[in-house]
């Protein structure tokens, strides 16, 4: 059985339409129009046990609301969730031991104590022994560094020092399901590459299930081998990014640098490819686009060095950013 | 036995809560004095009030000076008191809604309606033990305080009195899940409190009609129960009598407060973030 189950969930929120100005705020006194936001719309999935599961979509689209859910802190209006066999917004305190969850953008610290308060609350809390808790410091000192900030104000910290330390608390009580909501959001590269191995750390030797919103896809590149993308409360693609990749982006580019000028039509006629084009605003490069299907970038190659003499030749591979835009675009068709 | 722990356990969860509200009011010394100033001068302001009232020995609804001069101390330290629950907990409610605050709480395997309580039992604490004593220290020198007849009794009257208020300031911050904003209702219910419960004038010294509508309400239950036993105008029976009802008012606030909470954490709708 899948540790975290999904089956045809959806939330809609009911929203007060308020009327703009001065007319409309005496109109919305006494008269009120309401209007229902699908915020998930008849979703299913499942995840197994050990999964780092990448789930992104652009804002709005109807991830935190899952997120949430799953979390047990919002009420789905239809289908049924399971996380570890409980259904979380029934049995909430049951569900949040066996949890740990990072909102990025928000602490799970409290504010007006030292980082070293706050984890022997939470290790109370949650009934973490002793020499577990030791333990379990040790750990997070070595990979994510939190050791000089034990006793700062949480309120003090930097944002990197921040999000380190609420990583360490969800963590505290070795849950075997995490949500990362946004985990790197606005932190410098050393610092989330620092959580990412963190991260990838904590799952390979505990078989920590995850799931990870974020709309870093360098995060889900690095740590997913799965992702959902939901767009407008619908799931619009589950699977392996990387193969998409391959799949979709067909577009592939060769850029091509000259030492002299050439007549763009003379070329176009010679290589017989589908588009070719000068970039920028010399006519010394030129840009040639190509569906990998049909031609090989090899033979274009070859075709260019018959023909020409280039200083220099680039192949521009899709990104992982370009396929989930493709993606995007493609439902919004 | 085994239940017995657990409950510990859980209990001294709750009371670091308790201590870290406790804690944080220590560290704001500017305002400590600010408060207190502020409601001594109250305190003198009304004392001046029944000095002129009741010159020459007059009473009221048999209250002489005397007992006023008492009277308005303790109801004045009882402000205190209001102004944490109404602060600590509908408005810090209503805070947590907003700032998403709630959220992370929520996401903790403790009760969030126990959580808040003992915050805010933290806070009075802090509010009893400095300000409360401070204040009546030197009302003490300065005026005259009489000890309270039966300091055990009124003790725990005044912590049963503490429990209805924390249910009645529960129900008004969990009005914010529904109407987003409770500032009008939070003042209207504040305002009902220090008029009705006993902290501006007795209530007997309102029109009889009225005393007999309070009756049935349980605003008197929070400070005037606890006032009355403090002066010393219940006897044995009456006494007995206002503690069960006030356990009763405490009970069933506190239980409203839950379910409610129940559903309205189904009802909770927070978009984006």
Known sequence: MALIAVENLTKSYK????????????????????????????????????????????????????????????????????????????????????????????????????????????????EVSKTDFQAQLKKFDE??????????????????????????ASLLHNPPVVFLDEPTIGLDVAVKSNIREFIKEMNASLGTTMILTTHDLSDIEYL????????????????????????????????????????IDSIRDQLKVAELEFAGQNDYSLTISFNKDEISAIDIIQKILDLLHPRDIKIEEPTIETVVKEIYEKRSL | MVYLRKFWTRFRIYTRFSKIRFIDRLSYRAHFFLVLTEYLLIIIVNYFLWKAILADGRTIRGYALED??????????????????????????????????????????????????????????FQMLFRGATVLTIWALLVGLTPPDSAATFIVSLALGILIYAGIAFLVGLTTFHIENNAGVLFATTASIELLSGTLIPLVM????????????????????????????????????????????AFILSIAGFLLFKTSVRKLTIQGG
Not at chain 1, 78 to 89: D, I, K, Q, R, S
Not at chain 1, 233 to 259: H, S, T
Not at chain 2, 236 to 246: C, H
């Open chain 2, 68 to 125: 006023m001069v008492t009277y308005v101390a303790v109801a004045g330290v009882f402000r205190f008191i209001i102004n944490e629950l109404s602060g600590g907990i509908s408005r810090e409610m209503s805070g947590q809604y907003h700032s998403g605050e709630l959220i992370m709480n929520l996401l903790k395997p403790v009760s969030y309606q126990l959580y808040i309580y003992f915050r805010a039992f933290g806070g009075i604490l």
């Open chain 1, 143 to 168: 990979v994510l560094g939190i050791g000089p900030l034990l006793h700062i104000p949480v309120r003090k910290l930097s944002l990197g020092q921040r999000v380190r330390c609420d990583i360490a």
């Open chain 1, 224 to 263: 997913c081998q799965r992702s959902l993308i939901i767009d407008q409360g619908k799931i619009i693609f589950d699977g392996d990014l990387q193969q998409a990749k391959d799949e979709l982006a067909r577009q592939r580019k060769i850029q091509v640098d000259l030492y002299e000028r050439v007549d």
């Open chain 2, 206 to 249: 309102f029109p009889g009609w009225v005393v007999s509508i309070l009756d049935y309400l349980p605003f008197k239950m929070i400070f005037y129960i606890p006032i009355q036993i403090y002066l010393g105008q219940l006897g044995v029976q009456e006494i007995v009598s206002a503690l069960i009802v006030q356990a009763i008012w």
């Open chain 1, 15 to 126: 929203t007060f339409k308020r009327k703009e100005g001065l007319k409309g705020a005496f109109i919305n006194l006494f008269k009120r129009e309401y209007e229902f936001v699908q915020a998930v719309d008849n979703i299913s999935f499942h995840v197994e046990s050990g999964e780092i599961l990448g789930y992104i979509g652009p804002n709005g689209a109807g991830k935190s609301t899952t997120i949430k859910i799953l979390t047990g802190i919002l009420t789905p209006t239809a289908g049924e969730v399971a996380v570890n066999g409980l259904v979380p917004y029934k049995r909430r305190q049951q569900h949040v031991k066996n949890i740990g969850v990072v909102f990025g953008q928000r602490t799970q610290l409290w504010w007006d104590i030292a980082v070293i308060e706050a984890f022997t609350l939470l290790r109370d809390i949650y």
